[in-house]
């Protein structure tokens, strides 16, 4: 062992935990607005861990970042811990305990210290104990992911959780390779817990063998069993000790919280990162806990050979405006080097970054929605077509993504609604949008009608759901759904919606409102596309194709013009804007005030040959129209405090905002 590497260990073990009587008090999860996020993923090739760390690189980057948390790595994907333990196998490249000094200072500050923690993904605790392992279908054991049936979790997560929050007095950890990772488990205890639950003797392999569905929930409720034996065990040896599950109850697994994590989170990364974010924020504004989403401050070097690309600080804060407009928290993922330095550009970015969300925080933070659109998010179609316990389901959200840009681009103010929180909140929303999701469940499909009926406007895409409604929409089916062209026309010119559709004929009182038509050809051959149907005190209007899944694919403006005119036939919005369709909005309610988010969306990275965004264009003279009981007393654009002139008249203010650079909010005092 290296003279350097005694004399850490030494240090190390005789370190102390901060004195809480040294400390500033530090916030809860609930109460914090901006973090950051560093992780290292220490692995048994590393020489130089925590060398660089510094009190005083760390004092330069809380001054100019002022984060309320700070995410630091302790164990990663490999499954080596990041400092020394009596446990469980560590890094042999530790230089320097960069917890220990990470911990000194921000108790300084008052600034929580949560650690990154990679959970069931832990190779070197299977190359330990192989009998830990999941067990994958053909019998052999998974390098990667622990079995939730096995002793793991007790004699390996929680004592390690436990001996670090001890030893530097944590805030918290944010636990990885969770619900996302998780596959089924094929080993013997599984196998003795379906049969028990089922009295099959055969675990299924796929969809359409005996007890398929079972097998996947078999596995989802041990996982739950999995992150509630850790979660408790920190809760009770650790008051105060806060924890998530990364991604539980987010878009990945999209069930009512239940369990008694601490706050929601998820890192969201990738192509088109700005469409996810917009998805993820609303889904978790829907759960009512306390939660903030996760973006990676660089493109990861799968998209390219150039290795990681970072982004700018304008780029974060165009994905930082549609997440925060939701009443949320944001985080910003960057890698210090493996040294753990921090460079100076990396905080000058942090820092602009960090001003720009706090700027926003009084306007932002835990403001309410004012319910305009709803858009169904059908976890049950998803558990039941998705081939796996839970996400990543990559382009099974694309119904939910594709119909939410459309509507967000034709400036509509739109919630997502989770499918167990649907019968509840559907009484408060003008009009309910239901995806092309290929199984809603007889559940969403009662409370669906019965919101219609009870007077709610309800628009229902898809060649499934218009077979599954068919008796309510009065429409005869011509056959089953089936793969098709079809072409609309819509705003200048056809929009393209290839994919399947539902071929009807409207009966009694069903109304066909749109045709579509084989090739892009408008004069012959057309088919029903839509139809409007009464229904009780309410109506729906079904469109028998693909819409979301179609915008999803091309974003073509066609389709958003043939969705502005679905939409239209049977929803007024409260706000109207003469601005190009980058403009997102978000109708709110905070500091006693309706606050309209608007946020630039130009020039947002899509392309994977585009990576980096440096410079959004600043749109000018929005001219914008919102619907108010009475004349405001005032209208300012915040957060700069600027009065906007407008005037009141039949129930409308209307005023033209000069300049929209990336996000301002217009706080009406009412």
Same mark, same amino acid.
């Given at each position: 062992m290296p003279a350097t590497r005694r004399q850490f260990l030494s240090i190390a073990a005789a370190a102390a935990a901060p004195s809480r009587a040294r400390q500033a008090a530090r916030r809860k999860r609930k109460d914090c607005f901006f973090g950051v996020h560093f992780?290292?993923?220490?692995?048994?090739?590393?020489?130089?861990?925590?060398?660089?760390?510094?009190?005083?690189?760390?004092?330069? *980057?809380?001054k100019a970042v002022q984060p309320d948390f700070v995410q630091y790595d302790c164990k990663g994907v490999p499954g080596y811990l990041g400092y020394a333990s009596k446990i469980a196998p560590y890094s042999p490249g530790i230089v320097r305990d960069s917890l220990e000094i990470w911990r000194r200072v921000t108790a300084r500050h008052g600034i929580g210290l949560y650690i990154h923690f990679a959970g069931l993904w832990d190779p070197v605790a299977i190359q330990q104990h192989p009998e830990w392992a999941r067990v994958r279908p053909d019998g052999t054991p998974d390098p990667d992911q622990n079995s939730t049936f096995g002793p793991y979790v007790d004699l390996r997560l929680i004592p390690t959780l436990q001996e670090a929050a001890e030893k530097y007095d944590l805030d918290g950890a944010w636990v990885d390779g969770e619900c996302w990772h998780v596959k089924p488990d094929y080993g013997p205890s599984a196998a003795r817990a379906f049969h028990e639950a089922t009295g099959i003797d055969k675990l299924p392999l796929a969809a359409g063998d005996p007890g398929w569905q079972e097998f996947l929930e078999l596995n989802r409720e041990q996982f739950r069993r999995y992150v509630r034996r850790y979660v408790e065990a920190l809760h009770r040896t650790r008051p105060g000790f806060e924890i998530c599950s990364n991604w539980l109850y987010t878009t990945m697994s999209p069930e009512k919280p239940e369990l008694e994590v601490d706050f929601l989170s998820g890192d969201y990364l990738g192509n088109a990162a700005l469409s996810t974010a917009r998805l993820d924020a609303r889904y978790l504004a829907a759960t009512d806990r306390t939660w903030d989403l996760l973006a990676w401050g660089f493109q990861s070097a799968r998209y390219n050979r150039s290795g990681p690309v970072h982004k700018p600080a304008v780029q974060m804060m165009q994905e930082a405006a549609v997440t925060l407009a939701q009443g949320g928290a944001f985080q910003i993922y960057y890698q210090p080097s493996r040294a753990g330095r921090i460079d100076e550009r990396h905080i000058r970015v942090m820092a602009r970054i960090s001003a720009f969300c706090r700027a926003r925080r009084p306007w932002c933070f835990r403001s309410q929605t004012v319910p305009q659109v709803g858009l169904l998010f059908s976890g049950h179609s998803l558990y039941r077509t998705g081939g796996r316990p839970f996400g990543a389901w990559g382009a099974l959200h694309n119904p939910a993504r594709g119909l939410l840009d459309a509507l967000l681009e034709n400036h509509y103010s739109v919630d997502v609604i989770p499918d167990w929180k649907l019968e509840a909140a559907a009484p408060r929303y003008p009009l309910i949008v239901v995806p092309d999701w290929p199984d809603i469940g007889e559940e969403a499909e009662a409370a669906l009608l019965r919101y219609a009926r009870q007077g709610g406007s309800l628009l229902l895409a898809g060649a499934e759901n218009g077979a599954r409604f068919a008796p309510e929409l009065s429409i005869r089916p011509l056959g089953p759904p089936s793969d098709t062209d079809a072409y609309i026309p819509a705003g200048e010119l056809f929009a393209s919606l290839r994919g399947l559709w539902l071929k009807v004929r409207p009966e009694g009182v069903a109304q066909a409102v749109e045709q579509r038509h084989?090739?892009?050809?408008?004069?012959?051959?057309?088919?029903?596309?839509?139809?409007?149907?009464?229904?009780?005190?309410?109506?729906?209007?079904? *469109?028998?194709?693909?819409?979301?899944?179609?915008?999803?694919?091309?974003?073509?403006?066609?389709?958003?013009?043939?969705?502005?005119?679905?939409?239209?036939?049977?929803?007024?919005?409260a706000v109207t804007i003469d601005a190009p369709p980058v403009v997102e909005v978000a109708l709110r309610r905070g500091k006693g005030r309706l606050l309209l988010s608007l946020a630039n969306c130009a020039a947002?990275?899509?392309?994977?040959?585009?990576?980096?965004?440096?410079?959004?264009?600043?749109?000018?003279?929005?001219?914008?129209?919102?619907?108010?009981?009475?004349?405001?007393?005032?209208?300012?654009?915040?957060?700069?405090?600027?009065?906007?002139?407008?005037?009141?008249?039949?129930?409308?203010?209307?005023?033209?905002?000069?300049?929209?650079?990336?996000?301002?909010?217009?706080?009406?005092d009412l």
């Open positions: 992780d290292l993923h220490p692995n048994r090739t590393d020489t130089v861990l925590g060398r660089d760390v510094t009190e005083e690189m760390i004092e330069a *980057f809380l084989p090739i892009f050809d408008s004069g012959r051959d057309a088919e029903c596309a839509a139809t409007l149907t009464p229904l009780g005190k309410g109506k729906v209007l079904a *469109f028998y194709g693909p819409l979301g899944s179609a915008f999803a694919a091309a974003h073509s403006p066609s389709v958003r013009h043939l969705v502005r005119r679905l939409a239209g036939r049977i929803f007024e919005p947002k990275q899509v392309g994977a040959e585009h990576l980096a965004v440096d410079w959004i264009p600043p749109l000018t003279s929005l001219r914008i129209a919102v619907r108010t009981e009475r004349p405001p007393r005032g209208v300012t654009v915040e957060p700069e405090g600027r009065p906007l002139r407008g005037a009141w008249r039949n129930g409308v203010w209307r005023g033209v905002l000069p300049r929209l650079e990336i996000h301002s909010i217009l706080a009406f």
